[in-house]
């Protein structure tokens, strides 16, 4: 049977052979106490390259941020952000359940937050009830469709927040695809905050694991509550391994990944232009709104699953990431498969087996 086209994140990526050798033959050690060479040796490396004084390896993304968020931000307090960011949808219910934290949400065009935006929110509360403690930025931004924040505008939220008195997080969970896709180096989005995270799961194409990244006080208490949380692991390295090649290996691929996403919206709406702005595709996320075509996004995700493609539904549209394991001859196949899929076209001849998974 023939492979679907899997595009629902690029997480579902499959580790290279050099990712697998590295696994095989990786020196672990125990990292509850902090002497699995290999950790060591990566979480080394990403501070180098995000320029903080130190870092933590941790199994997810939504580790990272649960953590950096219980040691920045006080229970009963809130968290200025951008109100579809992850951190206030998909995590609302982890922030409240594990620290106490609310959100002041900003809701901003395309998930793009300006400095302006977050000065209004930093304004003191009259009556001194609703305190601010925390801004947390997201980029790129997946409600927004991967879309990149540039760096200028960045460091004037982080100047207006400093003006506050008030720290900055970065979820960074796909930083390396904003800072290609602007040509900025990483360091430039990484300076102005006070901590932040990335993700080697995702577009560098690890098969596990997230890095919070800090000052070297930050992260020591960013330790002790990884394992209050419930994540310390023993021989990391296994997987620290392949982080170490994805960090290697990743970054300089991921141009190709932005050029497929941006052939598939461009197939999408040379068929269905009513449904999305090609030029909207910064990054490697199409997010296609359905309802121009009179269907329910869920119906034409099974219609896509049906003839061979994979996506997902996030906020009412259908999501199509590209990744690592999609090639371009794939995205063609997708384009064809969304006509059929849109036109009711079975695409394939009686008693033939459809395909799929």
């Known amino acids: 049977m023939t492979l679907p086209i899997d595009l629902r994140s690029d997480t579902v990526t499959k580790p290279t052979e050099a990712m697998r050798r590295a ?30 004084e130190a870092a933590l390896y941790v199994a ?48 901003a065009p395309r998930g793009q937050l300006s400095a302006d935006m977050v000065a209004e929110a930093l304004r003191p509360d009259p009556y001194d009830v609703d305190v601010v403690d925390l801004v ?3 980029n790129t931004h997946q409600i927004g469709g991967g879309s990149v924040m540039p760096a200028e505008e960045l460091r004037g939220i982080a100047k207006v927040a ?42 560098l194409g690890a098969p596990i694991g997230s890095v919070l990244c800090g000052s070297i006080d930050f992260i020591r208490e960013a330790r ?7 994540g310390a692991w023993r021989q990391a390295g296994i997987m620290a391994a392949a982080g170490l090649v994805a ?15 941006r052939r598939l919206a461009d197939g999408i709406a040379e068929a ?50 590209t990744h690592r394991d999609v090639t371009a001859s794939e995205i063609e196949e997708t384009i064809t498969v969304w006509r059929q899929a849109v036109t009711g076209d079975r695409g394939w001849e009686e008693g033939d087996e459809a395909p799929g998974p």
């Open 23 to 52: 696994m095989a033959d990786a020196e672990v050690g125990d990292d509850w106490y902090g002497d699995d060479p290999t950790v060591n040796l990566l979480q080394d490396r990403c501070a180098e390259v995000t320029g903080k």
């Open 60 to 107: 997810t993304g939504t580790m990272a941020n649960e953590i950096a968020l219980h040691i920045l931000a006080r229970s009963g307090h809130l968290v200025v952000c951008e109100a579809t960011s992850h951190v206030a949808g998909v995590e609302a219910a982890s922030a409240a359940s594990m620290s106490g934290i609310a959100f002041a949400g900003i809701r």
């Open 136 to 138: 947390s930025l997201e």
């Open 162 to 203: 400093s003006e506050a008195g008030v720290p900055v997080y970065l979820d960074g969970a796909r930083l390396f695809n904003a800072s290609v896709a602007s040509d900025t180096p990483v360091q430039e989005y990484t300076a102005p905050v006070d901590a932040m995270m990335f993700c080697l799961s995702k577009g």
């Open 224 to 230: 002790r509550a990884k394992i209050l949380f419930g």
């Open 247 to 261: 960090l290697e290996e990743g970054p300089g691929r991921l141009h190709e990944d932005h050029v497929n996403a």
């Open 272 to 321: 269905t232009p009513e449904v999305l702005d090609p030029w909207a595709v910064e990054t490697n996320m199409v997010f296609v709104d359905t309802r121009p075509l009179g269907r329910d996004p869920l119906e034409l995700q099974g219609s896509l699953r049906d003839r061979g493609v994979l996506a997902t539904v996030v906020a009412g549209k259908l999501r199509m990431l």
